[in-house]
C-alpha cells in the first residue's frame, strides 16, 4: 500500500462550490505540506504543518484552508472554487529534520468549470 | 532569495543515447540540501536523490549520476542510455534555512524529457 494517499485523484467541479482534497500518510511523519503545480510553474506551497497544532500558510493560500485532524490526516479545502485553481494538488510528508527528503502522494487533478 | 533555474523546458532524445538536464540554484545559506524528482506521465513525483552542501561527490546509481559542484552552484543530472521510461517530467529542488526560519523547499520549472524509441 502506498505511504501517502490523496483522494480524490480526479475531480471536476463548478466555480462556487466548496471542495475538500484529502491526504492520509503511513510514514509516521510529523510534517504535512499541500502544493499545487501548474504548467510552467512548478511546485507552489500552499499550507504547511509541523504538527497537529501547527500550521502555517504557505506562498499562495488565499482562497484555501486546511485542517489538521491528525497526525496521519491533512485536509486542503477551497471554500468557494474558481476556474484558476484548476490544477495539479499533490500532499507532501516529511519525517522532522527540516532538510529531510519530502515524500509525495499520488496527486489529485481538479478541475473547476 | 532561493531559486532554481532548469533551463531546458523540453528535451528530446533517441532511445540508448546519454542526456544531461541542468539545475543551476541560488542561495545565500551554506548549508543546503538539493533534490531531484522524477515525475512520469502518470503524474506521481518520484523522489530521486537528496545532497547536501557539503558533499559535492558525484553520485552514481545505475544510469543515473549526478554532478554537483558548487562552484557554478549546479547539479546536474545525466541519464546514461536512455530509455523510453525515462520520459518524464524532471524536477530539481532546493531546501535551506532561508527567511524566517522556515526550511524552505524551492522548485524549479521541470523539464520534460521525452525519449524516442
Known amino acids: 500500500d502506498a505511504d501517502v494517499t490523496q483522494t480524490p485523484r480526479n475531480r471536476i467541479t463548478k466555480t462556487g462550490k466548496r471542495i475538500m482534497l484529502e491526504c492520509s500518510q503511513t510514514?509516521?511523519?510529523?510534517?504535512m505540506y499541500w502544493y499545487r503545480q501548474d504548467p510552467g510553474l512548478g511546485l507552489r506551497l500552499i499550507y504547511y504543518?509541523?504538527?497537529?497544532?501547527?500550521?502555517n500558510k504557505g506562498e499562495i493560500s488565499d482562497g484555501y484552508s486546511v485542517s489538521r485532524q491528525a497526525q496521519a490526516k491533512f485536509s486542503l479545502s477551497l471554500e468557494s472554487a474558481i476556474p484558476n485553481q484548476t490544477a495539479l494538488y499533490f500532499c507532501?510528508?516529511?519525517?522532522?529534520?527540516?532538510?529531510?527528503?519530502?515524500?509525495f502522494g499520488p496527486g489529485t487533478r481538479l478541475t473547476v468549470l | 532569495a532561493q531559486k532554481v533555474t532548469q533551463a531546458q523546458t523540453e528535451i528530446s532524445v533517441v532511445e540508448k543515447e546519454d542526456v544531461t538536464l541542468d539545475c543551476v540554484y541560488e542561495?545565500?545559506?551554506?548549508?543546503?540540501?538539493l533534490f531531484w524528482y522524477k515525475q512520469p506521465p502518470s503524474g506521481e513525483l518520484v523522489f530521486l536523490i537528496r545532497?547536501?552542501?557539503?558533499?559535492?561527490q558525484n553520485e552514481i546509481s545505475g544510469r543515473y549520476s549526478w554532478n554537483f559542484q558548487k562552484s557554478t552552484s549546479s547539479f546536474n543530472f545525466t541519464i546514461t542510455a536512455s530509455q523510453v521510461v525515462d520520459s518524464a517530467v524532471y524536477f530539481c529542488?532546493?531546501?535551506?534555512?532561508?527567511?524566517?526560519?522556515?526550511?524552505?523547499?524551492?522548485f524549479g520549472t521541470g523539464t520534460k524529457l521525452q525519449v524516442i524509441p
Open positions: 507532501a510528508t516529511q519525517l522532522a529534520g527540516a532538510t529531510d527528503t519530502q515524500y
Open positions: 510514514k509516521g511523519h510529523d510534517r
Open positions: 504543518s509541523f504538527d497537529v497544532k501547527d500550521i
Open positions: 542561495t545565500r545559506d551554506t548549508t543546503y540540501y
Open positions: 545532497r547536501n552542501s557539503f558533499d559535492e
Open positions: 529542488a532546493l531546501s535551506d534555512p532561508g527567511d524566517g526560519g522556515y526550511q524552505k523547499v524551492t
